[in-house]
């Protein structure tokens, strides 16, 4: 469907804006009066990753009048191969204040707003106040629903978008016109059943062609032309190049948006509402967590544990822990792990960062191995607590 303008126009463009956006400005849908709207227009790109590296640079390009951007994290090495709006130079440096530099770079005529800050339930109604647009750029799912409902209390569109290895998806969501996140995913999926790009991996460039069509989407919501992604869920596969349209229908019994919404307000806990990880695991870390100093020390004293590495094969053979056999986190959800575990042995499990093996914690728990721990942090924290030389990613 076609919407009204977003944003009115402003009174008008310098010289210097009329020659900058030239090859917009003779693009008979957008002309003068849409670079206009795109110059009066404040749009919030929350998070400076994958998606909003390129979200970001393009709507600086774009000419769009105030570009905020929140976002708490440093910038680190292993981000480099797909956050291309960072720079080696900017290693460490805090994610917003990176990405300002380089939009102000792109384009010195946007008015950049960094918030370098997490969002959360306390800010986030301020921030989103301020904008008339949000591109929402988050990798996990308690953000995820947080920004939507913000969104939809407070009537505003926003283009969300989605990567994992090779495949993304991209749709808008404005209540006003059309379905919300909730009707499209109405529960978040059970703890661990859909792994992060940090666990699971993702093909840097695919970052560049979701984001584009999140940039591409908010251009024309802005600008009032085209048929937005309202109501649909554009589905990308990067490895068969092939983009199909599913309809996504508002839900009346959306507790949310729906004709009778019972939600009024943003929930208490996002993440208790996601669950970083399951009861079962929940109960089963209790008291059977170790530190990888406690690990380290088992090793130097020649303790007998059998230590288990639930990662997949492709990180193993990026970095492991010394003296760890791999039995991916499947097998252990299909039981056929738990015949390879001696029964003479402490189990001592560990993953990436301690999702993964609070899972299988939770089955070897219930198979019999009372006396079994998982290692908090994982290998993150045994590369950066015990051996630095070791690679990160």
Known sequence: MSLPPLVEPAAELTRDEVNRYSRHLIIPDVGMTGQKRLKNAKVLCVGAGGLGSPALMYLAAAGVGT??????DVVDESNLQRQVIHRQSSLGKPKAESAADTVRE???????????????????????GQYDLIVDGTDNFATRYMVNDAAVLLGKPYVWGSIYRFDGQAAVFWAEHGPCYRCLYPEPPPPGMVPSCAEGGVLGVLCA???SIQVNEAIKLVAGIGEPLVGRLMIYDALEMSYRSVKVRKDPECPLCGKNPTQTELLEDYEAFCGAVSEEATEAVKDSTISVHDLKAMQDRGDDVFLVDVREPNEYEIVSIPGATLIPKGEFLNGSALERLPQDRKIVLHCKSGVRSAEALAVVKSAGFSDAVHVGGGVVAWVNQIDPSLPSY
């Open 209 to 211: 062609s979701i984001g």
């Open 67 to 72: 570009l905020g951007i929140i976002d708490f």
């Open 106 to 128: 792109i384009n010195p005529l946007v008015d950049v707003v960094v918030h370098n800050t997490a969002l959360d339930r306390d800010n986030i109604m301020d921030i989103f």
